[in-house]
């Protein structure tokens, strides 16, 4: 994680933008689940009071967002939003800009949680590097879009915090040995994470890296006891218990896994 974000104001609006897991949502079952207060953006709420932080959540978060739709699709259906969050018929990025400058002066924290819907399916791809090395410069030029426009409403000292992904392919491993697995965390380390800090430093925005923080890097020797699995590399245990790919092949985070990154967040204000 890089250096922390300017001096967070203690009171004002938190604008939340990005795809399901800024909005929240929790799997009930395979396939099956909704959008929940035990997202990652509620965390940092609850969080950041401990610090002095009192933050109003206002979550533009849409499920199923890319770079892509969050730049020119308009609106967000009703499953896919989040609790309490704002309705509106433009882009996500246009509505949280049009909210942002309404608020001018009283927006404590901006948090931004995009790009894992541009690449997840480069697991299922025959050649996942071709396929991420494709995908990725449209995701940090749209990237870059969004963070110009949002920088430009917020003004230059507001907090800015962008996030990556656990890598949930690591929870392949759990059944046995996994091709997929292995190259995805050459995936993260080498490709997609170096991707979005980039993008995120063009508007002096702090990344976070959830990957590292979640223990994807760490020594596939060290073993960790999970149930119903037995004994797991502790990157791949430690994705079994932070999301729920392992039991569901959901790559959405557990509420633990949620709340780490919610510490991550509240760790980058200072």
Not at 18 to 30: H, I, L, M, R
Not at 65 to 74: F, G, P, R, V, Y
Not at 117 to 127: E, L, Q
């Amino acid at each position: 994680m890089s250096s922390s974000v300017p001096a967070a104001p203690t009171t004002g609006y938190y604008v939340s933008i990005g795809d399901s897991y800024a909005a929240g949502y929790q799997p009930t079952g395979p396939m099956v689940g909704h959008m929940t207060t035990k997202g990652f953006a509620n965390d940092v709420v609850t969080l950041s009071k401990a610090k002095g932080h009192t933050y109003t959540l206002v979550n533009f978060g849409c499920g199923g967002a890319t770079s892509e739709s969050l730049l020119k699709s308009n609106g967000c259906i009703a499953d896919m939003r989040p609790v309490n969050g704002p309705t509106y018929d433009v882009s996500q990025a246009q509505a949280a800009e049009d909210f942002i400058k309404a608020h001018a002066g009283h927006i404590a924290l901006i948090t931004v949680s995009i790009g894992g819907n541009d690449v997840t399916s480069c697991g299922a791809a025959k050649d996942a590097v071709t396929c991420l090395t494709s995908k990725l410069p449209t995701v940090a030029a749209n990237i870059r879009t969004l963070l110009a426009g949002v920088r430009a409403a917020a003004g230059a000292q507001t907090p800015i915090v962008g996030i990556t992904y656990p890598d949930v392919f690591l929870g392949e491993r759990a059944t046995g040995p996994s091709a997929l697995a292995d190259l995805s965390v050459m995936g993260f380390q080498d490709f997609i994470n170096p991707t979005l800090k980039g993008a995120y430093a063009a508007q002096k925005a702090v990344f976070v890296d959830v990957t590292a923080a979640t223990g994807a890097y760490g020594s596939m020797t060290d073993m960790t006891t999970v149930k119903p699995y037995g004994a797991l590399p502790t990157p791949v245990a430690k994705i079994c218990q932070l999301t729920y790919y392992c039991q569901w092949k959901d790559i959405h985070p557990r509420p633990a896994g949620y709340e780490l990154i919610a510490q991550l967040v509240v760790a980058a204000l200072g």
